[in-house]
């Protein structure tokens, strides 16, 4: 499966530009696909402190950069990209109309890239590929 996503880069590329396309809406894009309501926002799981959303979406996401940047010397500037854009994409709901900048998506952002991360260290330090 790894070596579809090395094979297929733009799979990545589409995702995040299906990211970048959801986030930059003005209104809920998916609450108009599902709900016909461009006002409500479809939730997977409720929030906690974070939003859960945005911690699926861009911890998605950066599995699917790992994925496909796995043996690249770009993987270091996908994480960097992923890291800026998970704060820009959040800053831009502040001129958005029907969006609003929320501090717990901000969190749910950054959390999702950064537990991506925390994991990917942990599994290559201590993983069972280490012999």
Known sequence: MINFFLKFKIFFYVINLLLIILYLFPGSLL???FFDNCKVQPQITSDFIISSNHFYAFGLVTILGYFTFLNSEKLKLV???LLVISVLLEVFHIVIP???FQWSD???NLLGVIVVIFVKNLINKYGITKK
């Open 98 to 100: 029907e969006r609003s």
């Open 79 to 81: 994480l960097y990209y």
């Open 31 to 33: 609450g108009c696909v």
């Open 106 to 108: 901000l969190f749910g």
